[in-house]
């Protein structure tokens, strides 16, 4: 079946501008995750959504960060105002949440903030 | 101290070689032990999962758990030049939503 899709798979902004990325989950799957990854850096934790539960936000950097999922499918990520220090890849993972609790990745959106 | 430490590398060996990936953590309550493998400019996809101590093999890839040291390994036997890519350890608690950790990944570069 189709796994996780993304979003632009790149996109170049320019800085102040606000972007969007988009991650349409792994059909069933409860769990979504959003992390950031930046050059030599370890994936970075930012938003996670389960259900119709409230979403965990502690890993957004700012308040220029948010997301929003629609029905329990697809998510949006939004930045606002773009910084260059915002420049990295942005991984969406789904996951069942049960049973075997495994994430599958999205192959990411590639964000250059000029 | 980070939750989950992995040496960044990078490791660079020869077509053919023995390649053994480490990872240490600190938290007793980690259940799930996985490894993710990175090709450049692509997402990570699940290598191994395993939830208990002690070694699960598939094909060339062998995972090993020790819960008593807190370590996990990925060894990678006849190593190709395919293998060519970032491994990401990854451990996971089950108890809290948000509950995957990760390593930082390390680099291994297997030269023909």
């Known amino acids: 079946g189709a796994g996780v899709s993304q979003s632009p798979s790149n996109k170049v902004t320019e800085k102040g501008k606000d972007v969007e990325l988009r991650c349409d989950p792994i059909s069933g799957h409860t769990a979504l995750y959003w992390y950031r990854q930046s050059l030599g850096q370890g994936l970075e934790f930012l938003i996670y959504?389960?259900?119709?539960?409230?979403?965990?936000k502690s890993g957004l950097p700012s308040d220029r960060f948010s997301a929003e999922r629609t029905g329990g499918s697809v998510s949006t990520l939004t930045i606002q105002r773009t910084q260059q220090e915002d420049s990295a890849v942005y991984l969406c993972?789904?996951?069942?949440?049960?049973?075997?609790?495994?994430?599958?990745f999205g192959a990411g959106t590639r964000l250059s903030v000029l | 101290q980070k939750e989950v430490e992995q040496d960044p590398g990078p490791l660079s060996v020869p077509e053919g070689a023995i390649v053994s990936l480490n990872c240490t953590y600190s938290n007793s309550a980690f259940q799930y032990f996985m490894w993710y493998r990175q090709y450049s400019r692509k997402g990570p996809e699940l290598l191994m999962y395993?939830?208990?101590?002690g070694n699960k093999e598939d094909g060339r890839f062998t995972a090993q758990v020790d819960k008593s040291s807190k370590y996990i390994s990925l060894f990678i036997r006849d190593s190709q030049p395919s293998d060519s890519a970032t491994y990401l350890c990854v451990l996971g608690d089950g108890d809290t939503g948000n509950q995957f950790y990760f390593g930082t990944g390390t680099s291994l570069t297997v030269i023909p």
């Open positions: 959504f389960q259900g119709n539960s409230a979403p965990d």
């Open positions: 395993t939830y208990s101590s």
């Open positions: 993972a789904s996951s069942l949440y049960e049973g075997k609790n495994i994430q599958y």
